[in-house]
């Protein structure tokens, strides 16, 4: 079981390290071509592709747990009708974005106002990046589908595919071809299209019988899209609660000054680094669970849940020791902002407290993907973020920052007590009833 939890896990957290360095290595490349304004707009792009794309995320999650289950019952049939909905969903979803490409830029660059001199540079980024929509899109749901087939290696060596194909097409582009700031989107959305190609042709290769197999037509039917739609609403309507969560947090913390938004996503990046690894094993959670729950494995299932918390007790105590001595060492290797540093070293312990506090939510996200539980995984970020805003207005104002980051802890806290109570009192007991 650790095997099987750890083959899915640590490709998962590679894949999840290199993701950022997509736009680390965009910035890179602006960075030496001048112009300050280019890195303004590299970060501003990619906020805005962030913001339109955070929200479909349950093309990855919602597809993982469908198939693992397809997977867990031997259906692979089944499994193939599902990434051909998920695929469909996607490039749908893709169509209307590009569609809509400039309501979408000029909704955003009003809520970002960005300086005139960034806001031009941000707009051609924007108009070439857009075109990556069918590929970044379709690319999750990819993942998805490898990670309920128990690969998580393949979305690895899409990432990392990526990154390369990036810095390669990105700097042809730029000077092989002279075409400047342009070339960057350029070479980033040949990137992502080169990402897509090489999952498309894995699937090809491994399992072309069986998606040859599949009933086009009977696969994007009403009856058959319906519960695939149901599961994935309750996904998106999950991550639109977390958007809202961590867009009060961004704001509150602007508004109390610049040193505060400073410590705040200085933190925030620990807590990031954090959610890499625990994501890994949430992953193992959505592919296992998924597979045990669709054989009706209830030993396997449960042994399944209790070594995934295990590992994540694990994971989150080598944090917590880390940030309870390193942490001025850690803030120090990411900014040497001596003002900035200090002011951090005073909201330390709650560095401390956010792997505790995060654990659990972390590991039953990934066991309720797995379970297909998503209702019940929207009720439970409900009841977190109801949480975290009633316990921020409660308190008062004096306190400051701290008032935000107790609150935040809190609803961290509240994601793993809810859904723990979730699933003793009621999926336990449905599992329970399995022949």
Known sequence: MNR???DIAIPSIITNITVPLLGLIDITIAGHLGRTEYIGAIAVGAMMFNLIYWNFGFLRMGTAGMTA??????????????LVRAAALALSIAAAILILQMPLQWIMLSVIDPSPEVTEFVKTYFNICIWGAPAMLLDMGIKGWFIGMQDSRTPMFMSIGVNIANVATSLAAVYLLDMGFAGIPVGTVVAEYAGMAYGLTVIYRRHRSHLLATNLRKSLAFNGMKHFFGINADI??????????????????????DITLAVNALIMQLFTLFSYFMDGFAFSGEA????????????????????????????????????????????????DDTAVINEA????????????????????????????????????IAVSCLTYFTLYYSMPAALGNDRLWLAFVAYLAMRGISQTLVYIYHLRPR?????
Request: charged fraction near 15%; charge should be positive.
């Open 236 to 257: 998106f309507l999950r991550s639109a609660c977390l958007m809202g969560v961590n867009l009060f947090f961004v704001s509150v913390g602007a508004r109390s000054g």
């Open 69 to 82: 289950q397809a997977y867990g019952r031997g259906d692979i049939g089944e499994a193939a009708t599902i």
């Open 431 to 435: 599992i329970d009833k399995w022949e």
């Open 4 to 6: 099987r939890i750890l």
């Open 345 to 380: 070293l005073g909201y330390h312990w709650w560095c401390v407290a956010i792997p505790a506090a995060g654990m659990a939510g972390f590991v039953w996200d990934g066991v309720y993907i797995g379970l297909t539980a998503t209702r019940e995984m929207l009720y439970t």
């Open 288 to 335: 296992l669970a998924g597979r045990y729950a669709g054989a009706h494995d209830k030993p396997m299932l449960f042994k399944c849940i209790r070594h995934i918390f295990w590992w994540g007790a694990g994971v989150a105590t080598v944090f917590t020791i880390a940030y309870s001595v390193g942490a001025e060492q850690i803030f120090g290797f990411i900014t």
